[in-house]
Every structure is written in C-alpha cells, then in structure tokens.
C-alpha cells in the first residue's frame, strides 16, 4: 500500500474508533442528566420555599469576629426580611470601640490596623452570607456549562452537588441535600476576595424551624491568608404581625 493511503487510511481508522468511543459514552452521560436535573429542580424549589418562609419571621444574629483564634468582637442584630427581599439588621447594645493606650503614634498604629481587620471582617462576612442564599440564576448557569457533578451519600439520604465556577471563576460550592426532608442540610464553599490568593473557606450549617422552614443555624466564613475568622449563629426565630 502507497504511504499517502496508508496514512489516509489509519486516520480514517482512528476517526472512527473515536466516534464509536464518544457514541458510547452518550448513553452514560444523558442516563445522568435527568436525575441530576430532577434534583437541581428539587434544591431550586426548597430554596425559593423557604427564602419566602423566613420572611414571616424576624431572629436574633450573634456575630463574632476572631484573629488567630482570640476573640476580637461581638456583635448582636434583630433581623428581619424586608420588602425588597433583603435583610434588615438593627444592632443590639452597640457598645463604643475601646481607645488604644500608649503614645499617639502608637495609638494611630493600632487603630489603622483595627480599622483594616474590621473591613476585611465585613468583607468576608458579606461574602459568606451571598454564598449562603443560593443563586438559581447561576446554578442554571453552571448546570448549563456542565460544571456540576453529584455524588449520593448514606444510602441515598443526602445527595451533594458539587458546583464549579458558581459566583467566581476557579471557586467551588458542595450543596449537601436531605432527600427525605428536601432541606438543604450544608453548604462547604471556597471562594476568595478579589484575587484566588486571597482565599476564603465557608461552612454553612442549616436548621429546621418547627414548620419545617429552612434556615441557616451557623455560618462560618475563614480569610485564610489573614487567619481571621466570622461566625454568624442564627436563633430565637420569632414569627412577625
């Protein structure tokens, strides 16, 4: 046989075994979809649920802001949904920063660096509560993408989502669901600031209120490369006139 056909030939060959690879792959790849679909469907629908159920209630959120382990400050709020869909917050017993001692230099030192670890606290805060109401629009979005993969744990009682790319690129949301309860039960997150060197870890952990509504019970937002930590602890839920 001539080179030129030889080649020709075993490119043709290889095209063909790489259609029939990829043909039956599909088969594996659509039996999936459907579930995952069905269970996506499931998550959007519980979340929607129970962010329109949390509006007939008003609670309590404690927040505290720690530096390498030592508490720095705490913080109490009434928290209530407003019209717009968005938290109204009036702090409890607001109490005055304490005034550095030492020299003004000293005194100047110390209150630019609480000053910057306060913003970068409120920083990941926001950060960590935005992750932890899911966004329907970009679970579409990545579901459309592919970037969201499921895994089935304890006999099939919770199932995780595994979503890529969700709010940033490079970051990674697991959404761990209660099958029976149809209840988000956590959130695992890892996201970061402006820059991916800036990395922030959050655990979300949900709750059941005793009408069966959803809420998050403990938000855990962690600035790695500051080693500084926020922990929201949601409770006293109060139905609202």
Known sequence: MHKSNQHTFRHARSAVIATIVSFCSVPHIFAQKPEMQEKLTEIKHSSAANKQALARYSWMEEQ?????????????????????????????????????????FKQRVVAKKTEEFQVYGQQIAALGKQYSQLDLQALDQAYQRGDISMESKGANVTISLIVKNYLKPGDSVTVVFDQQQKAIRALQVASYLAAPSDAVSIAVQFARLPDGTNHVSTNQINGVSKRLEVTIQNSSYQPVG
């Open 64 to 104: 505290t802001i720690s530096l390498k382990g030592e508490v720095k400050k705490m913080q109490q709020f009434q928290v209530r949904i407003g019209p717009d869909g968005q938290q109204q917050k009036i702090e409890l017993n607001p109490q005055a920063a304490p005034q550095p001692s030492g020299g003004r």
